[in-house]
């Protein structure tokens, strides 16, 4: 499978730019407008639950093992919780920049080698967080943009980094459903860049040489967006088996959060 990745100061550029992009994508008067991949949240949700990640992720790096408070995943950091509900949008807003800001300042890509706690076995290190960070950063900066209806398409680059995160890091680190595991191969082809999965019960085997018997093509944006439930097929190139490809995105689903 292709392995190649994003380096470290790359990264760390489209985190900085995504952090901005989410924060000027919010519309004070449209606050409470529901995210359309993400139901029964709002953009106040949202922008609170990124918040919330952020700093989780910044007190998990800087406290050496992982918080005893879990972020909500539809709302709110616990100890925000008072302030979150009425806050003005301005309030809102500088929260997000306040915490991104530690975040940035952590995630130092000069030391993206250095041991850092993380939940991934084979990762231990403050790059793991870099590059997961990008990524959960510019997914979510679409959905605030999606909920005022002016989505702009990810980066492409990131966007062919993100494709392969979510097969090696997600399927890769969790058992996807057994339902979805019909060991059918499944080609995903973005300019540059080709990764062949197939699903078997417990195991995910990267089959670059196999052929497959269906095959996801098109730009990396929209094939990093619909592997998480952002876009759907009419934006692809879809051939061979659909139900294969539709039971890979399934898998998917089952695994990220």
Do not use: I, K, M
């Given at each position: 499978m292709d392995r190649q990745e994003l380096n470290p100061h790359a990264l760390a550029l489209a985190l900085r730019a995504e952090v901005t992009a989410l924060a000027d994508a919010v519309d004070p008067t449209r606050l409470e407008d529901p995210?359309?991949?993400?139901?029964g949240m709002t953009v106040r949700d949202l922008v609170e639950h990124v918040t919330t990640v952020h700093r989780?992720?910044?007190?998990?790096?800087?406290?050496?093992?992982?918080?005893?408070?879990?972020?909500a995943p539809d709302g709110p950091d616990p100890a925000d919780v008072?302030?979150?509900d009425t806050a003005p949008a301005d309030d809102l807003v500088d929260r997000y920049r306040t915490g991104a800001a530690a975040l940035l300042a952590v995630?130092?890509?000069a030391r993206a080698t250095a041991p850092a706690p993380t939940w991934c076995p084979w990762d231990q290190t403050l790059g793991f967080w870099l590059r997961r960070m990008a990524h959960e950063t510019a997914v979510h900066r679409v959905?605030?943009?999606?909920?005022?209806g002016r989505a702009a398409p990810l980066e492409q680059a990131l966007a062919a980094d993100g494709v392969d995160e979510v097969l090696r890091l997600?399927?890769?680190c969790h058992q996807p459903p057994r339902a979805h595991t019909s060991g059918r191969a499944v080609a995903l082809r973005v300019p540059g860049r080709e990764w062949t999965v197939a699903l078997h019960p417990g195991i995910v085997d990267f089959c670059s040489g196999a052929t497959p018997d269906a095959v996801v093509s098109g730009a990396a944006s929209?094939?990093?967006l619909w592997l998480w439930g952002r876009g759907d097929e009419s934006a692809l190139?879809?051939?061979g088996d659909v139900a294969a490809v539709r039971a890979l995105r399934e898998a998917v689903a089952g695994v990220t959060v």
């Open positions: 995210v359309p991949a993400c139901p989780h992720v910044t007190r998990w790096v800087t406290g050496g093992a992982r918080p005893s408070t879990e972020p008072d302030s979150a995630l130092d890509p959905d605030v943009q999606a909920a005022n997600w399927l890769g929209d094939v990093d190139s879809v051939e």
